[in-house]
């Protein structure tokens, strides 16, 4: 039904509640959206007074009889899994409409639905995005560099030393970032897990409206986008490595509408290649790089351990440079970085030149189009050779890049005679 939202004992602070909080002290409503077990419902009663669970049977029936219940309560009033009514978008948007007092309404999604509200809510309900705990939240390391500082320039002094070392971060990215799922290792771990990616399939999928004819094979395609993690690799190579041995492909008519519904539930959490505005670059790569929202999903979906991922095991691709660990690292630092720059209003892309020549895992990028490069290097000691691409984006660029750093598995944050900062991803926070 509908009750008082009280504070959760326990809750663990996520980066996105200062993000949360600046925005309910200027605005009427916002819309936390992420992917189902990210942490949504927690942070929301962290701050809401009044909770309106729409995942529950009986509050579903008295909204659908009565939707202005919607906006009656102790605000911030919370509308969670707000997708289960769509109208619900609109009722609150009316209502903010003739009330546009700051903190009124916090509204709770794990999918942007297949019939949208008649109305965007542009300008009254404002989206923020949550992902899965990053290494600092789950409180693996002590952070001693901020990405605030580097996008803010002056090549800040880097210094830390972590005791993190593989064998953690290898345990962390088969665990995930996702609370409710935060196990020790082993089978119920992996098990949580199974049922997470079963209940995508079986549930959330086709309530958006999505028939699934053949679960097995939507499975397989989901284990082959999760092979192809950190990688640019096309969506027909994907489509035929979870076809193998098939004659009858399906067509692109019939994996596309999956891959669409896949994003709108943010399990596929694709990295957008770097547009830069400046005339210093040209011809560079338009694909994506493959990401599900945490490793911990890719990694279970193959079916791998930490023995044979510490053994360089895992599915091979002809465009991966190095190791499907090196593949799981790199997406786990790409979900760090995710959410770090969000807390800086910043973006993150990748970048690649059409020939691919040169590459660089991230770019962080401000508003005014500065940026930091970022490589990730499954090493705890950088060469030279590790910072040749960043080397060469900074001639390139000028003062246009910030700064430039590789995130390794090392032991201690320097910056390199070059100028290069060396940052273990444990020791990176917002």
Same mark, same amino acid.
């Given at each position: 039904?509908?009750?008082?939202?009280?504070?959760?004992?326990?809750?663990?602070?996520?980066?996105?509640?200062?993000?949360?909080?600046?925005?309910?002290?200027?605005?009427?409503?916002?819309?936390?959206?992420?992917?189902?077990?990210?942490?949504?419902?927690?942070?929301?009663?962290?701050?809401?007074?009044?909770?309106?669970?729409?995942?529950?049977?009986?509050?579903?029936?008295?909204?659908?009889?009565?939707?202005?219940?919607?906006?009656?309560?102790?605000?911030?009033?919370?509308?969670?899994?707000?997708?289960?009514?769509?109208?619900?978008?609109?009722?609150?948007?009316?209502?903010?409409?003739?009330?546009?007092?700051?903190?009124?309404?916090?509204?709770?999604?794990?999918?942007?639905?297949?019939?949208?509200?008649?109305?965007?809510?542009?300008?009254?309900?404002?989206?923020?995005?949550?992902?899965?705990?990053?290494?600092?939240?789950?409180?693996?390391?002590?952070?001693?560099?901020?990405?605030?500082?580097?996008?803010?320039?002056?090549?800040?002094?880097?210094?830390?030393?972590?005791?993190?070392?593989?064998?953690?971060?290898?345990?962390?990215? +088969?665990? *995930?970032?996702?609370? /409710?799922?935060? =196990?020790?290792? !082993?089978?119920?771990?992996?098990?949580?897990? %199974? @049922?997470?990616?079963?209940?995508?399939?079986?549930?959330?999928?086709?309530?958006?409206?999505?028939?699934?004819?053949?679960?097995?094979?939507?499975?397989?395609?989901?284990?082959?986008?999760?092979?192809?993690?950190?990688?640019?690799?096309?969506?027909?190579?994907?489509?035929?490595?979870?076809?193998?041995?098939?004659?009858?492909?399906?067509?692109?008519?019939?994996?596309?509408?999956?891959?669409?519904?896949?994003?709108?539930?943010?399990?596929?959490?694709?990295?957008?290649?770097?547009?830069?505005?400046?005339?210093?670059?040209?011809?560079?790569?338009?694909?994506?790089?493959?990401?599900?929202?945490?490793?911990?999903?890719?990694?279970? +979906?193959? *079916?791998?351990?930490? /023995?044979?991922? =510490?053994?360089? !095991?895992?599915?091979?691709?002809?465009?991966? %440079? @190095?190791?499907?660990?090196?593949?799981?690292?790199?997406?786990?630092?790409?979900?760090?970085?995710?959410?770090?720059?969000?807390?800086?209003?910043?973006?993150?892309?990748?970048?690649?030149?059409?020939?691919?020549?040169?590459?660089?895992?991230?770019?962080?990028?401000?508003?005014?189009?500065?940026?930091?490069?970022?490589?990730?290097?499954?090493?705890?000691?950088?060469?030279?050779?590790?910072?040749?691409?960043?080397?060469?984006?900074?001639?390139?660029?000028?003062?246009?890049?910030?700064?430039?750093?590789?995130?390794?598995?090392?032991?201690?944050?320097?910056?390199?005679?070059?100028?290069?900062?060396?940052?273990?991803?444990?020791? +990176?926070?917002?």
């Amino acid at each position: 039904m509908i009750h008082t939202a009280h504070p959760l004992s326990g809750y663990r602070g996520r980066i996105v509640d200062a993000e949360l909080d600046e925005l309910l002290q200027d605005l009427p409503a916002v819309s936390l959206e992420g992917p189902r077990g990210v942490g949504k419902t927690s942070t929301a009663r962290e701050k809401g007074a009044t909770l309106i669970a729409l995942d529950d049977a009986d509050a579903l029936e008295v909204i659908r009889a009565d939707p202005r219940r919607l906006a009656i309560g102790a605000e911030p009033i919370v509308v969670d899994e707000w997708q289960r009514f769509t109208s619900s978008w609109d009722v609150v948007r009316r209502s903010v409409d003739d009330d546009r007092r700051a903190g009124r309404f916090i509204l709770t999604g794990s999918a942007s639905p297949s019939t949208p509200p008649t109305h965007s809510g542009a300008g009254r309900i404002v989206p923020i995005r949550m992902r899965p705990m990053t290494l600092f939240e789950r409180g693996v390391g002590s952070p001693t560099v901020s990405l605030a500082e580097l996008l803010g320039g002056g090549t800040p002094t880097l210094r830390g030393r972590t005791s993190v070392d593989l064998e953690d971060y290898v345990d962390e990215i +088969l665990t *995930g970032g996702f609370p /409710g799922m935060r =196990l020790p290792a !082993g089978r119920a771990q992996r098990a949580a897990l %199974d @049922g997470y990616l079963t209940r995508i399939i079986d549930r959330d999928l086709p309530d958006m409206g999505v028939r699934i004819r053949n679960p097995a094979a939507m499975r397989r395609w989901l284990g082959a986008y999760a092979a192809a993690t950190a990688t640019t690799t096309s969506y027909e190579k994907i489509r035929d490595a979870a076809t193998g041995g098939e004659n009858d492909k399906p067509a692109r008519t019939t994996t596309i509408p999956y891959r669409d519904a896949l994003e709108r539930l943010w399990v596929l959490d694709p990295l957008t290649a770097w547009a830069p505005t400046n005339n210093h670059l040209s011809r560079l790569a338009a694909a994506p790089k493959h990401h599900l929202a945490d490793p911990a999903l890719a990694a279970r +979906l193959v *079916g791998i351990d930490s /023995g044979a991922l =510490l053994h360089g !095991g895992g599915p091979t691709l002809s465009n991966r %440079d @190095g190791t499907f660990l090196g593949a799981l690292f790199e997406s786990l630092v790409t979900l760090n970085m995710r959410v770090f720059a969000q807390a800086a209003e910043a973006n993150v892309h990748h970048f690649r030149t059409h020939s691919g020549v040169h590459e660089v895992d991230l770019i962080v990028v401000r508003d005014d189009q500065r940026a930091v490069a970022v490589e990730v290097k499954l090493t705890a000691a950088v060469q030279d050779d590790d910072v040749r691409h960043l080397l060469w984006l900074r001639e390139t660029l000028g003062n246009e890049l910030l700064d430039a750093i590789v995130v390794s598995t090392g032991a201690e944050a320097y910056r390199r005679d070059d100028g290069i900062g060396v940052v273990p991803a444990a020791l +990176l926070g917002p």
